[in-house]
């Protein structure tokens, strides 16, 4: 049982979101037996020291991972990785977990943040014929999202005529390098995320980023939670994402 195994995505920001099939929904959940532990001493990182699970035990092909201060496990795929980029992927993930939308809104690169407000008030509200649609709708509506797809597998599950609500607890955060196709190299695939969205960003936004940050990060990132039913569900799986490193923080694109 790992991370690759289940196949189920959500919209993060500009990335495609994929509908949960009903034949796909039976692997999107994951019996490990739920733990009631004391959390290791958290250290200046903001994690514990790497853990190993046994040989043999219900999480060994999951590899090792740490812990966070909020008692999630993060698993860098390897050692290029840093621990810190998966901290901060934990705290954007933990915004929707909690409906935190100023926080959310600290994880954005703050002038992609400003452009993509700019863009749902002024372009996208007029196309949709909505009122002033903004930053707050779309971190709304991807909230939404993840809960309904949590739902739709719930329900599919259940034994019971049960209504679920879609809450969940964050439980694990895997960020690993992509695999990219033949001839594709790691430069030309984060230009390629920005090239992708230039009717929302300047023609040369990607330069403009790449000039004033000190590195741009692709990840492949996975993420597990424990449901109302009280298993562990994947809820993001195998989806790229950018992250944008300044000053030591890192921050992403939505």
Known sequence: MKFRKI????????LAVCCISCEK?????VSLTEESVSLPEIGEKGVSELISPAD??????????????NGVKLYCGDETVPVEAVLALENYFLTFQNNDFD????????????????????????????????????????????????????????????????????????????????????EAFVQSFFDSYEDILDENYYEQVKSDVDKLIPFTI???????DGNEHKIVSTMNIILAEKDGKYYTFG
Request: aromatic residues 14%.
């Open 7 to 14: 196949t189920a995505a959500i919209s993060a920001c500009m």
């Open 25 to 29: 929904i039976k692997e999107e959940s």
């Open 56 to 69: 043999g035990s219900d999480e060994y092909e999951l590899g090792q991972y740490y812990y966070s201060g």
């Open 103 to 186: 926080t959310y809104k600290s994880t954005i690169y703050p002038d992609y943040a400003e452009r993509y407000e700019k863009y749902l008030r002024e372009v996208y509200s007029k196309e949709k014929g909505v009122d002033d649609y903004s930053l707050k709708n779309s971190f709304d509506l991807r909230n939404s999202m993840i809960r309904d797809d949590l739902i739709d597998i719930l329900v599919y599950e259940s034994t019971e005529d049960k209504e679920f609500k879609g809450d969940y607890t964050i439980t694990r955060i895997r960020a690993e390098q992509p695999t990219y196709e033949e001839g594709v190299t790691e």
């Open 222 to 228: 996975f993420v597990m939670a424990r449901a109302e």
